[in-house]
C-alpha cells in the first residue's frame, strides 16, 4: 500500500514537472535607441550600468551582434520580418511615412513575428515606438501604445511577449542639450561623467564641446539603466521574473558621426544580453554569466522568439534561430545594408565574419559624409566641419571626411577593432578580399537585393503591377545578373553596351557607372549618354545627364531634363533630380527659380532639403528648413 502511494506521488509529481517544462516561457525585449556596447558589462570603465551588469552577470552577453542596416527604421523592419530590408524593398530610411506618396510595400505571405505568438497563444505588446519602414495595413499586436503592457492581458495565465522600446539614448539626446537635462533630471550628480575623463576617439576633435557630448551619452545611458531596472523590478513584483526570458539590445550603434549611418561595427555593432531562468536550462546557450561569441543577426531575433515559443517559423524569414532546440549550424557571416540615409543615397554593402568585414561602395565618387540635414545640425558635426577648416582633424578623422571613398574595402577585426586599416590593396590579404567579394555577391543574388534597383523605378514598379517589389522580382529574374555587372564594372565597353538594354534598372547603373569611371569617356560613348537623354524613362535621362556634367558635357537638353525631374509626379525621382542639381551649381543657377518654388511646394522634405543645400552653396546663403 504503501508503495501504491509513493508510486503515486511520484506520478503525479513528475507529471507536474513536466507540466512546467513544457508552459512556453513569458518573452521581455527591452530596446534601446543608439548605443555600442558602452556598458560596464563590456568592459567600458565610464559606464554606469549596474542593472545591466547585473542581467549580464547571471545571463549572457553577445560580442558579436549585428544589426544588418546602421539606422533604426530598416534595423526594425529586420527585425519584425526577419528578412533582409534590402530584400524587401525597405532598406531607404522612410520608405515608407505618411507623407510618402510611393510607400513601401511588403506582400501579405510575409508573416510577422508577432502574429505568430498571437496565433501560438501569446498576448503580445508594443511599447511603444514601431518604424517598421513599410506600410502596414494590418493588426500585428494585441496593443502597441504608450500603455501597452504585459499586465494588461485579460488572462494572467497567458504568456506574454512583451517590447519596451526606450528612447533616452537617441541621438537626439545627445544633441539637444535642454532635453537631455530633462531626461536625466534625476541621475544624482556623482554618477555623472566627468568630460575630462572621457577618451575622445581619434576621429573626433578633442574639444571641449566633444567631451561635453560624449559625457551626455554616458549620463543618458546611466539613465536608461536606472529604467531598465524600473522595467525588471516590476517583473519581479509580479512574480514573472523565473518564468521569463530578457533580451535587452539596441537597434544601431551610437547617434554620432562614424557611429550611426555607417557600416563600421561602430555603427552595426550593439551591445545584447539574454537572461534566461534556471528553470529554462535547457535553452542556456554555456554557463551563466558566460559571453558568448556566436554571431547574430538582426534577421535572427524573429525566428529565435518563434522556437522559444514552440511556433513554426515561416520559409519567408531569412534568418536563424539561435537558442532552443532546432538551431542551424553557427553562421559564418553576417550582411549589412545601407542605402537612402534621409535625403542622400550612398549604397554600400558588407559582409562581417567573426574576424575580417569586407565592405563594397557601390557610389565610390560620394564622400563619407555627404551634407545631410539632421546630423549636420547637430554640435558633434558641427565640431568636425570646424576641425576639418582648420586641418586639425588627425589621419582617422581624415578617413571621415574623405571627399571620395575606395570600391572595397577590407578590414581585420581582430587586430583593427576600429577598422582604420583598409587591407583592400594588401598583396598578402588577396585570398582573403577574394573570398569576402564572392561571399558578397552571392548573396546579392540569393536574396535578390533589391536595392540597387532606382527607389523611383522600383517604386513605379510595384505600383504598376500592384505587388511589393520582393514578390514582383521572383518572376523577373532574368535580369539580375546584367544588374549586377552593371552596377559593379568599370568597363567603360560594357557600360556603353548597358546604356541600350532592355531594361531600366539596367540602363540606369551603366549611366552610373559611365559617372563613376576615372578617365574621360570617349566621344562614341558621350553621344551615346546624350542620346539617353530622350530615354523613355526620365530616371535614365537624369542618370545619363549626371554622367555627361562629370565629364563636362552641357547643353539646353540636359537642362530641359533636369527641370522635367523637378516636375515630376514621383517624388523620388524629384529626389534624384535635386542631388544632381545639388552637384552641379552651374545647371542649377539655370533652373534656381524652378528649385526655390520646389522648396517652398514640395511634400516630400528630403527634395526640399537637397534643393535648399543647393541653393546655399549657389548663393552663399545660410537658410534653414525643416
Not at 529604467?227 to 512574480?239: H, P
Amino acid at each position: 500500500m504503501k508503495g501504491s502511494i509513493f508510486a503515486l506521488i511520484l506520478f503525479l509529481g513528475l507529471n507536474g514537472c513536466q507540466e512546467n517544462l513544457s508552459s512556453p516561457p513569458n518573452i521581455l525585449w527591452i530596446t534601446v535607441e543608439d548605443i555600442s556596447p558602452n556598458l560596464g558589462c563590456y568592459g567600458d570603465p565610464l559606464a554606469h550600468t549596474p542593472t545591466l551588469d547585473s542581467l549580464a552577470s547571471k545571463g549572457f552577453l553577445y560580442n558579436n551582434a549585428i544589426a544588418n542596416a546602421p539606422v533604426c527604421a530598416p534595423a526594425r523592419n529586420a527585425i519584425i520580418t526577419g528578412m533582409y530590408p534590402s530584400s524587401l524593398g525597405t532598406l531607404h530610411m522612410r520608405s515608407f511615412s505618411s507623407s510618402m506618396k510611393s510607400r513601401g510595400r511588403i506582400p501579405k505571405e510575409v508573416k510577422l513575428y508577432p502574429e505568430i505568438l498571437r496565433n501560438a497563444g501569446y498576448y503580445c505588446t508594443n511599447n511603444s515606438k514601431e518604424d517598421y519602414n513599410f506600410d502596414l495595413k494590418r493588426e500585428i499586436w494585441d496593443e502597441s501604445s504608450k500603455t501597452a503592457h504585459w499586465k494588461n492581458r485579460p488572462d494572467k495565465d497567458t504568456p506574454f511577449f512583451s517590447v519596451f522600446n526606450l528612447i533616452l539614448t537617441h541621438e537626439s539626446c545627445i544633441n539637444d542639450k535642454e532635453k537631455h537635462e530633462r531626461l536625466t533630471q534625476e541621475l544624482p550628480q556623482h554618477l555623472r561623467t566627468d568630460p575630462a575623463k572621457i577618451v575622445v576617439p581619434p576621429y573626433y576633435p578633442d574639444t571641449s564641446e566633444t567631451r561635453t557630448l560624449l559625457a551626455r551619452h554616458y549620463d543618458n545611458i546611466a539613465t536608461m539603466d536606472t529604467v531598465v531596472k524600473k522595467i525588471l523590478d516590476e517583473l519581479k513584483a509580479a512574480g514573472e521574473s523565473e518564468n521569463t526570458i530578457v533580451f535587452f539590445y539596441s537597434d544601431h550603434g551610437t547617434g554620432l558621426p562614424r557611429h550611426k549611418r555607417w557600416l563600421f561595427d561602430t555603427g552595426v555593432k550593439v551591445p545584447f544580453i539574454v537572461y534566461i531562468p534556471q528553470q529554462f536550462k535547457e535553452l542556456y546557450p554555456a554557463q551563466p554569466g558566460s559571453e558568448v561569441n556566436q554571431l547574430i543577426s538582426f534577421i535572427d531575433l524573429a525566428p529565435t522568439v518563434i522556437e522559444l515559443a514552440g511556433a513554426e517559423i515561416p520559409e519567408t524569414m531569412q534568418g536563424q534561430a539561435f537558442l532552443g532546440e532546432n538551431q542551424k549550424p553557427e553562421r559564418e557571416y553576417v550582411y549589412l545594408a545601407r542605402g537612402r540615409m534621409d535625403e542622400r543615397y550612398d549604397i554600400q554593402r558588407g559582409v562581417r565574419s567573426k574576424q575580417y568585414k569586407y565592405l563594397r561602395y557601390y557610389e565610390p565618387k560620394k564622400p563619407f559624409i555627404q551634407y545631410m540635414n539632421t546630423p549636420e545640425g547637430g554640435p558633434m558635426m558641427t565640431e568636425l566641419r570646424k576641425a576639418e577648416k582648420a586641418g586639425l582633424l588627425k589621419p582617422e578623422g581624415q578617413q571621415l571626411i574623405a571627399t571620395t571613398k575606395p570600391i572595397e574595402s577590407l578590414f581585420d577585426l581582430q587586430s583593427d577593432s576600429m577598422e582604420f586599416n583598409d587591407l583592400a590593396n594588401d598583396p598578402n590579404m588577396k585570398e582573403v578580399l577574394t573570398q569576402l567579394r564572392s561571399v558578397h555577391d552571392q548573396w546579392m543574388k540569393k536574396v535578390l537585393d533589391v536595392g540597387l534597383i532606382p527607389e523611383a523605378i522600383m517604386r513605379n514598379w510595384e505600383d504598376k503591377n500592384d505587388q511589393s517589389i520582393y514578390k514582383w522580382i521572383r518572376t523577373q529574374e532574368d535580369f539580375y545578373d546584367d544588374l549586377l555587372l552593371m552596377s559593379s564594372t568599370a568597363d567603360e565597353n560594357i557600360l556603353f553596351e548597358g546604356l541600350n538594354h532592355d531594361n531600366e534598372a539596367v540602363r540606369y547603373w551603366a549611366g552610373q557607372g559611365l559617372y563613376n569611371i576615372d578617365k574621360k569617356i570617349g566621344i562614341n560613348t558621350a553621344d551615346r549618354l546624350k542620346q539617353k537623354l530622350d530615354d523613355s524613362v526620365i530616371n535614365i535621362s537624369i542618370s545619363a545627364a549626371r554622367a555627361l556634367l562629370k565629364h563636362e558635357f552641357s547643353s539646353k537638353k540636359l537642362e530641359e531634363i533636369l527641370s522635367l525631374g523637378l516636375e515630376a509626379e514621383n517624388e523620388w525621382t524629384r529626389l534624384q533630380t535635386a542631388l544632381v542639381l545639388d552637384d552641379f551649381q552651374s545647371v542649377l543657377r539655370g533652373l534656381e527659380n524652378q528649385a526655390q518654388n520646389q522648396i517652398n511646394t514640395d511634400p516630400n522634405k528630403y527634395v526640399v532639403r537637397v534643393l535648399n543645400h543647393g541653393l546655399n552653396l549657389l548663393n552663399g546663403t545660410s537658410n534653414k528648413v525643416r
